[in-house]
């Protein structure tokens, strides 16, 4: 559904830049290393919508928290985001080792948003549910 709004973004000619979650700390991580956080934030700051995927599949440390927050703060009402996660939003706190950071991150993620919330069995694995290849999976997937 994300790809998806971003195509139709694309077509209608706005910028979209798409990352993982994990891809985008691993470079503001480097950029912060090398002295050049700045720049790199401005990658992600400029498009006028920015789709973070995957976020909450790993937990991320100190650095990498507050550097997330600050690409959010600086985007906070100056451009369009789309985050995807399998993490609620009670789960932030664990998943950003801070509750105090996780609750002002949801502040600004959630001022203007429309949630989404997608229950049901993976989409990726549909066709393996149906030909009952993993059908152990399908009761983990359930809960």
Not at 25 to 48: D, F, S, W
Not at 78 to 100: E, K, L, P, Y
Request: charged fraction near 25%; include cysteine.
């Amino acid at each position: 559904m994300a790809v998806a709004l971003g195509m139709e973004d694309l077509q209608n000619r706005m910028s979209v830049y798409f990352v993982t979650m994990q891809r985008l700390v691993a470079n503001l991580r480097k950029a912060h290393q090398e002295g050049r956080l700045e720049k790199r934030l401005k990658v992600y700051i400029q498009p006028k919508l920015l789709i973070c995927d995957e976020v909450g599949y790993l937990p991320l440390d100190a650095l990498d928290a507050a550097n997330f927050f600050r690409l959010v703060s600086e985007r906070y009402e100056q451009g369009a985001m789309i985050i995807t996660s399998n993490t609620s939003f009670t789960n932030w706190g664990a998943m950003f080792g801070d509750q105090v950071l996780a609750s002002a991150l949801l502040d600004r993620l959630l001022h203007h948003a429309t949630t989404v919330n997608i229950r049901g069995n993976s989409y990726r694995m549909k066709d393996k549910l149906k030909a009952g290849v993993t059908h152990a999976l399908r009761e983990e997937v359930r809960d």
